[in-house]
């Protein structure tokens, strides 16, 4: 059973130092925003983002940047480069292409990091991976296959997906399985691409909007085939709207932290008005809240928010590409402290502080 409480008995809260990375006015790959970074440590030890970069047309590439730290504080970062550009047939249509708002987790059992992105090509956003050790050189592994459940009724790979990270660490999956637990955000609204279908949802889905699911990789697997990581089984809803703030959808941000009461999953919750499903959003409020999930079960829900963590308050949160959006998707610890990087209004990214109350 999920308990849900106040912002302020909530066991962690969120605390903003400030902005870390905006355009640079003469680079033509970031005329249209920096923003959604993954994050990771490099193998010579330092900090790095891998920010989406945006250039004109929405078109997206992966870039990577190290993290200036001064007193344990990110206050700024020095570009290195592009990681991840849209190259593929999967990543580029005719009139849309990119590589999207990665999410990365480095997963100690493979001693590599596993990257989600979204692979924006000719049928729309879905979900790809890539694993790397350095964070520089990546091997993509392609667009997600979903195994089909028919119990569920569903084949996951007509529908968009975004907003997918791998939990670190390996679990017990409910068919007792040693897997790697991946969160993901399916979207049963098809008319971006076929008009005349709108929602098609499975039938037992009472709750069509946008809500965050679990699924399973195998480790067995993954070791003998890294190509495994992107063959994802055992489906099911974790968790979906609940109050205000997230009233249109929810999404995962970072990586789940492990911490004393079980899994700290950052989430955003999206209010307002859309216009279409996939179309950049002009009356929207994505706000960031948390949920603990079971330590051993991490499928299951033991707490969260009924309010938000943090709200688009400041000026570069509130004025942008799409205004009043905050959007976590990095954490990292520095000095022992755990860091998030988020988005501010798909323009820039800022970075707040998460603390024990």
């Known amino acids: 059973m999920t308990r849900t409480v106040p912002a302020a ?8 130092i400030g902005l870390v990375m905006e355009p640079l006015t003469d680079e033509p790959l970031e005329a249209e925003g920096v923003l959604n970074p993954g994050s990771g440590r490099g193998p010579d030890g330092e900090l790095y983002l891998l920010p989406r970069l945006v250039a004109d047309g929405n078109v997206s590439r992966i870039g990577i940047a190290r993290v200036v730290v001064e007193d344990g504080v990110p206050t700024g ?38 990257m989600t992105y979204v692979a924006y090509g000719p049928l729309g956003p879905h979900t790809a991976v890539a694993v790397s050790r350095d ?69 037992w889905v009472d709750d069509t909007r946008p809500s965050i699911w679990v699924s399973f990789v195998p480790l067995d697997r993954v070791r003998e085939d890294v190509g ?65 999930l079971d330590a051993e079960r991490p499928w299951e829900v033991l707490v969260r928010t009924a309010e938000p963590l943090m709200t688009a308050d400041t000026d570069d ?16 610890e520095i000095d022992g402290v755990h860091h998030v990087f988020y988005g501010m209004a798909d323009s820039k990214i800022g970075v707040a502080r998460l603390v024990r109350r």
């Not at 008995?9 to 903003?16: G, I, N, T, V, W």
């Not at 791998?166 to 007792?176: H, K, N, R």
């Open 9 to 16: 008995e909530f066991p962690y809260a969120l605390e903003r």
């Open 77 to 114: 970062v020095e570009r290195q480069g592009v990681v991840l550009e849209p190259e593929r047939s999967w990543e580029v249509g005719a009139v849309n292409a990119g590589v999207e708002d990665p999410r990365t987790t480095w997963v100690p059992a493979l001693e590599q990091h596993v």
């Open 228 to 292: 495994a990581l992107a063959e994802w089984r055992g489906h099911r809803v974790l968790a979906g709207p609940t109050e205000a703030w997230e009233e249109l959808k929810i999404g995962a941000g970072p990586a789940p932290v492990r911490v004393p009461e079980g899994w700290l999953l950052l989430h955003h919750g999206v209010a307002g008005e859309l216009v279409g499903s996939l179309a950049q959003q002009q009356h929207v409020n994505y706000a960031a809240g948390g949920m603990i």
């Open 317 to 332: 949160e509130r004025s942008g590409i799409v205004p009043n959006v905050v959007f976590p998707t990095a954490v990292e």
């Open 135 to 203: 964070l520089r050189s990546w091997q993509r592994l392609g667009p997600v296959r979903f195994a089909y459940d028919d119990a569920l009724d569903v084949d996951l790979a007509m529908y968009f997906n975004k907003d997918c990270v791998f939990l670190p660490e390996p679990v017990t999956a409910p068919d007792g399985v040693e897997s790697l637990a991946v969160l993901h955000r399916p979207g049963w609204d098809l008319s971006e691409i076929r008009p005349s279908e709108g929602l098609h949802a499975p039938g």
